[in-house]
């Protein structure tokens, strides 16, 4: 009897070293993946795009009217506008790709936009490297946009002033690809903020058109 007893207690043991042992392996395990898990975290995190304006054309950016007709309401208000800009993606990242898709680029001039929307094509971005992208904002002629009295007054009164602030907006989705792995796509919001130099007869596609210079760095801003 107490020999079976000893062996029962033996049994036990045994069966609690086990339990532990297995329990030790299991949480050296998860730490082990735990930390290379970490590390290429670390390795191939994505870094979010850096961005900057390096070159501005304005073709023309005059104020316009547009008569209402059959029965239309009239817009006693409007800009006409054909701007470029050369925006200029630098990847921080020296081990993640970058992909851009859906981008579509507008510009604003104190809040207003001031030039229908343009499309970008689709973009690929190797690390490390920089891309630039050149929206043409306005078209041929640019089609009248709808904007407030104070926004006509206020551009009249920066060109002649020679300084007029427009902002360069590009939203889409990316997609960062770091070795072995790919990101899920993220929204992309970049906003530009451009001091321009430019003048009366400038905005008129008179003298002067085209490219304007920028009066200080442009500041941009990312979210992706």
């Given at each position: 009897?107490?020999?079976?007893?000893?062996?029962?207690?033996?049994?036990?043991?045994?069966?609690?070293?086990?339990?532990?042992?297995?329990?030790?392996?299991?949480?050296?395990?998860?730490v082990v993946a735990a930390v290379i898990a970490l590390a290429l975290f670390l390795v191939y995190r994505p870094m979010k795009?850096?961005?900057?304006?390096?070159?501005?054309?304005?073709?023309?950016?005059?104020?316009?009217?547009?008569?209402?007709?059959?029965?239309?309401?009239?817009?006693?208000?409007?800009?006409?506008?054909?701007?470029?800009?050369?925006?200029?993606?630098?990847?921080?990242?020296?081990?993640?790709?970058?992909?851009y898709d859906r981008l579509l680029a507008y510009v604003t001039y104190r809040g207003e936009m001031v030039a229908p929307p343009?499309?970008?094509?689709?973009?690929?971005?190797?690390?490390?490297?920089?891309?630039?992208?050149?929206?043409?904002?306005?078209?041929?002629?640019?089609?009248?946009?709808?904007?407030?009295?104070?926004?006509?007054?206020?551009?009249?009164?920066?060109?002649?002033?020679?300084?007029?602030?427009?902002?360069?907006?590009?939203?889409?989705?990316?997609?960062?690809?770091?070795?072995?792995?790919?990101?899920?796509?993220?929204?992309?919001?970049?906003?530009?903020?451009?001091?321009?130099?430019?003048?009366?007869?400038?905005?008129?596609?008179?003298?002067?058109?085209?490219?304007?210079?920028?009066?200080?760095?442009?500041?941009?801003?990312?979210?992706?």
């Amino acid at each position: 009897m107490e020999s079976s007893k000893k062996n029962l207690c033996e049994i036990h043991r045994s069966d609690g070293r086990r339990r532990r042992v297995l329990a030790a392996s299991l949480l050296g395990a998860a730490v082990v993946a735990a930390v290379i898990a970490l590390a290429l975290f670390l390795v191939y995190r994505p870094m979010k795009p850096q961005a900057t304006v390096a070159r501005a054309g304005v073709y023309h950016l005059v104020s316009a009217t547009t008569n209402g007709t059959n029965n239309s309401a009239a817009t006693p208000y409007a800009l006409s506008a054909t701007v470029q800009f050369t925006l200029l993606l630098h990847n921080p990242s020296d081990r993640t790709a970058v992909v851009y898709d859906r981008l579509l680029a507008y510009v604003t001039y104190r809040g207003e936009m001031v030039a229908p929307p343009a499309q970008l094509p689709l973009v690929l971005q190797d690390p490390g490297a920089d891309v630039a992208v050149s929206p043409l904002l306005g078209g041929d002629g640019g089609a009248p946009v709808p904007v407030s009295a104070d926004a006509v007054d206020a551009l009249h009164a920066d060109c002649v002033a020679g300084r007029v602030q427009l902002r360069l907006v590009v939203m889409g989705r990316v997609r960062y690809r770091s070795g072995p792995f790919k990101s899920a796509w993220r929204d992309l919001y970049v906003r530009c903020d451009a001091i321009l130099g430019l003048t009366v007869q400038a905005a008129a596609g008179g003298g002067g058109a085209g490219d304007v210079p920028l009066l200080e760095y442009p500041k941009c801003a990312v979210d992706a």
